[in-house]
C-alpha cells in the first residue's frame, strides 16, 4: 500500500481496515459521517447561516435548505414513502434536485436520479427495474413518461416546474410546512443510498448501488484532496444526475459547507460571468468546458482571480489547455481526478502540485483507496507494466441493484474491474492508456458503443452497423456509425432521427458512413472496430 502523497498528509484523518459488505476487507477513516443524509445534517448544524446553494435568484442557507427538505420529507412521508423505497428523480439542475433527493435519504429511501436527455424507453426500463414508487419529474418532461401500465409499482408521478422558486415544490409540499418532520431515519452504513444506471456492454443499463459508506468517504476524499473549506463557492456545471454532479459537487460541498452554485446548463460566456460575479473558487468539469472557456471572446476580460481550484477527469488535458491557463490564471491550480459510477467517483487524484509534471497520469490512488494493475489471468503485473486497473475502497459500490450475474462478472475479492487498461509506477501514480469497453467520451458523457449499435439496426433498412468514436477538437471525441443498408438511398438524417427516438440525444452518431460490402470481422465475427477507425477518416462520413 502505498502512502498518500505529501500534499495530502496533513489534511487525512487516522485510516483502520475495517470489514464490510460480506467479506471486504477496506481501508476507511475511523471517523466519519454516518450516512449521506448526515452530510447535509452535520453541516446545518455548524453553518447555518451559511450560504448552501446559489441557483438563478435563489439563495438559501443551509438552514433554509434543511427546513425545505424536512418539509418535502413530511410530504413524501404523507404518501407513504419510508425506507428503502425507491425514488426517482427526473430533474435536471435546479434547487428541486437536492432538495429531493436530501429528504428522500432523510426518509431512508433511495433515490435513483435518472439524466433529463434519457428518452421513453429508456426512462421505462430503469423505473420498472428499481421498482420505483414515486418519481418527481420536471413538467415538460411529461410527454416522455411511460405509460402507467409499464411501471405497475410507480404509485406517485410529482411534476414540478423547473427554474421557479423553491424548485416548484411548493404546490406539493407547501401544507406540509406545520407538520413535524418525521427524524431522520436509522440507516446502515452499508445500505443503498442511491441507485445510478450506467450503461454496459450488454446494451441494458446496470443499477450501481451507492451505499452510505461509499457516498461518505468519496465526500471526505473531494475534501481531503481538494482542501475544500467552507470558503469554497463551486459552480457546478455537470449534470446533478451524474456522479460527478452529485458526489463531486454536491456531496463534497455540502460536506465542507461551502457554497454550491448551479448552472442549469453549461455555456461557456454564462459560466464566466457567473464565476466572476459569485467569486468562484472552485469546479470541476471535463477538459471540453475548459477549451470552450478559452474560445470565448470574454474569457481574458474576465475577472477570475479567486478561482483557486480547477479539477477534470473523463478525458485528458491538452498541454495547451494547461499552458494557456497558466498564463491566464497562474493562481489556478489543475487537478486531474479518475473514477467511475461503480468508484462513487474518485478513485485517484492528481495532487495539484504534480499536474505540470505529470500529464499524462491521472494521479494516485485517494487516502482509502487501492489500485491494482491485474493481467488477463488475474495476476498482479509489475509496476510500469500494462494491465486491467482493479479498483477497491470503501467508495466501491456494493453490486449492481437486481442483477448479480454483472455483479459476479464485475466484482472479485471487493475489487470491481473497471475494464480500462493503464499501468501503476513505482511512486503510485497510475496511467489510463486505452479502454477494454468499446466506449465513447463525448466531453464528459460515456456513449456504449452497443446500445447505439441495438438502436440502429431496429431501422429497417440496416442490415449491420458499427459505432466507433471519431475525434473531436472541442468534445474529445463524437459518435460515428458505419452502416451497410439493405439499399442506396438512406438518409444520414433519417437514421439520426430513428436513434433520437430511442436513445439520449448526446448518443446518437454525429456522422455516418455507409457502406455496400459488409462489415470487416475476424475469424472469430467479431467486428475489426481498429480496421474501421482508421478507415473512416479516409472515407469522410455524412453529417
Known amino acids: 500500500m502505498m502512502e498518500p502523497p505529501s500534499a495530502w498528509l496533513g489534511r487525512v484523518p487516522p485510516i483502520r481496515s475495517e470489514a464490510h459488505f460480506d467479506g471486504r476487507v477496506v481501508r476507511c477513516f475511523a471517523t466519519r459521517p454516518r450516512s449521506a443524509y448526515a452530510l447535509l445534517e452535520r453541516t446545518a448544524a455548524a453553518n447555518p447561516l451559511g450560504e448552501a446553494i446559489?441557483?438563478?435568484?435563489?439563495?438559501?442557507?443551509?438552514?433554509?435548505?434543511?427546513?425545505?427538505?424536512?418539509r418535502v420529507a413530511t410530504g413524501l412521508a404523507a404518501r407513504g414513502i419510508g425506507p428503502g423505497d425507491r425514488v426517482a428523480l427526473l430533474l435536471g439542475n435546479d434547487v428541486a434536485f437536492p432538495v429531493m433527493l436530501f429528504a428522500a435519504l432523510r426518509l431512508g429511501a433511495i433515490a435513483v436520479p435518472i439524466g433529463i436527455r434519457e428518452q421513453t424507453p429508456g426512462l421505462a426500463y430503469m423505473l420498472a427495474h428499481c421498482g420505483a414508487k414515486a418519481l418527481v419529474y420536471e413538467a415538460d418532461l411529461a410527454d416522455r413518461l411511460p405509460a402507467a401500465s409499464v411501471t405497475p409499482e410507480l404509485q406517485h408521478r410529482i411534476a414540478v416546474l423547473a427554474g421557479t422558486a423553491n424548485g416548484g415544490l411548493d404546490p406539493h409540499f407547501r401544507s406540509c410546512g406545520d407538520e413535524a418532520a418525521p427524524p431522520p431515519a436509522a440507516v446502515g452504513e452499508?445500505?443503498?443510498?442511491?441507485?445510478?444506471?450506467?450503461?454496459?456492454?450488454?446494451?441494458?443499463?446496470?443499477g450501481a448501488m451507492l451505499t452510505n459508506l461509499g457516498i461518505t468517504h468519496s465526500a471526505m476524499h473531494y475534501r481531503i484532496c481538494m482542501g475544500l473549506t467552507e470558503k469554497d463557492r463551486a459552480v457546478l456545471t455537470v449534470p446533478m444526475s451524474h456522479v460527478t454532479g452529485l458526489v463531486a459537487s454536491i456531496a463534497a460541498m455540502m460536506h465542507a459547507g461551502?457554497?454550491?452554485?448551479?448552472?442549469?446548463?453549461?455555456?461557456?460566456?454564462?459560466?464566466?460571468?457567473?464565476?466572476?460575479?459569485?467569486?468562484?473558487?472552485?469546479?470541476?468539469?471535463?477538459?471540453?468546458?475548459?477549451?470552450?472557456?478559452?474560445?470565448?471572446?470574454g474569457f481574458e476580460a474576465a475577472d477570475l482571480s479567486a478561482w483557486r481550484l480547477g479539477g477534470f477527469g473523463g478525458a485528458p488535458m491538452a498541454t495547451a489547455t494547461i499552458e494557456r491557463l497558466a498564463q491566464k490564471l497562474p493562481r489556478l491550480q489543475l487537478m486531474n481526478a479518475y473514477g467511475a459510477t461503480e468508484t462513487t467517483s474518485p478513485a485517484t487524484m492528481m495532487p495539484p502540485a504534480e499536474t505540470a509534471a505529470r500529464r499524462d497520469s491521472v494521479g494516485c490512488a485517494v487516502p482509502c483507496g487501492e489500485v491494482l494493475v491485474m493481467d488477463d489471468a488475474g495476476r498482479e503485473v509489475p509496476r510500469g507494466a500494462e494491465g486491467e486497473i482493479w479498483l477497491r475502497g470503501p467508495m466501491v459500490v456494493s453490486g449492481y441493484w437486481n442483477d448479480p450475474e454483472a455483479t459476479r462478472e464485475y466484482f472479485d475479492a471487493g475489487f470491481w474491474r473497471s475494464g480500462d487498461i493503464g499501468s501503476v509506477d513505482a511512486e503510485g501514480y497510475v496511467r489510463v492508456f486505452d479502454r477494454k469497453k468499446d466506449m465513447i467520451n463525448r466531453g464528459g458523457y460515456k456513449i456504449y458503443t452497443i446500445e447505439v449499435e441495438n438502436a440502429l439496426m431496429t431501422h429497417p433498412e440496416i442490415v449491420e452497423a458499427a459505432v466507433i468514436a471519431r475525434p473531436c477538437p472541442v468534445l474529445g471525441e463524437r459518435a460515428h456509425a458505419v452502416v451497410c443498408t439493405k439499399r442506396t438511398g438512406v438518409a444520414a438524417e433519417e437514421l439520426a432521427r430513428h436513434c433520437a427516438a430511442m436513445l439520449a440525444d448526446y448518443k446518437v452518431p454525429d456522422t455516418f458512413t455507409f457502406r455496400t460490402d459488409p462489415l470487416p470481422r475476424n475469424a472469430n465475427g467479431k467486428v475489426l472496430k481498429r480496421q474501421l477507425?482508421?478507415?473512416v477518416p479516409a472515407l469522410g462520413g455524412s453529417p
Not at 446559489?54 to 424536512?70: F, H, K, N, Q, S
Not at 452499508?190 to 446496470?206: Q, V, W
Not at 461557456?268 to 471572446?297: G, H, K, S, W
Open 190 to 206: 452499508e445500505d443503498t443510498a442511491i441507485i445510478l444506471y450506467t450503461s454496459g456492454t450488454t446494451g441494458r443499463p446496470k
Open 258 to 297: 461551502g457554497t454550491l452554485i448551479v448552472m442549469r446548463t453549461f455555456k461557456a460566456a454564462d459560466f464566466l460571468a457567473i464565476a466572476e460575479r459569485e467569486r468562484m473558487t472552485q469546479t470541476l468539469m471535463v477538459p471540453a468546458m475548459y477549451n470552450l472557456c478559452l474560445l470565448e471572446p
Open 533 to 535: 477507425r482508421d478507415e
Open 54 to 70: 446559489v441557483c438563478g435568484d435563489a439563495r438559501l442557507t443551509y438552514r433554509d435548505l434543511e427546513r425545505l427538505v424536512e
